[in-house]
């Protein structure tokens, strides 16, 4: 089972205390962690191990979005910050479109992500 983990500059520390919540669930359980690169930092710094790819801006949200069009993926959490700008939205758009595309379960706010997390955590 592989987690894609996005999240925007005003999302990363929303990103950290989201999945701090569900630390032991997701360290028990056999779940590999994938992330864009400063998020997967921040991801690191908080004690997950996690993939690190490459910035969003500059093909991260790309990568993701191919892993999920190969259906590596079991879902995508992208904690978006609706209300600032981003020189790459159309590869967000993109990445969001692929995943719908392709079925994977996407949740772009903490509460569709603890959603998805306690349905998830559930079965393992």
Do not use: Y
Not at 36 to 58: D, M, R
């Amino acid at each position: 089972m592989k987690i894609a983990l996005i999240a925007h500059d005003g999302k990363k520390a929303d990103m950290v205390h989201f999945l701090s919540g569900f630390k032991d669930r997701l360290l028990q359980a056999d779940v590999d962690l994938v992330a864009t690169g400063t998020t997967g930092s921040h991801i690191e710094k908080a004690g997950f191990e996690v993939q690190k790819l490459l910035s969003g801006p500059i093909g991260g949200d790309a990568q993701i979005a191919a892993m999920a069009a190969q259906k590596e993926l079991t879902m995508v959490i992208f904690f978006r910050d609706p209300l600032d700008k981003h020189p790459h939205e159309p590869d967000v758009q993109m990445l969001m479109r692929i995943c719908d595309v392709h079925n994977i379960p996407l949740a772009t706010n903490p509460a569709s992500a603890e959603l998805m997390f306690k349905a998830l955590t559930q079965t393992l």
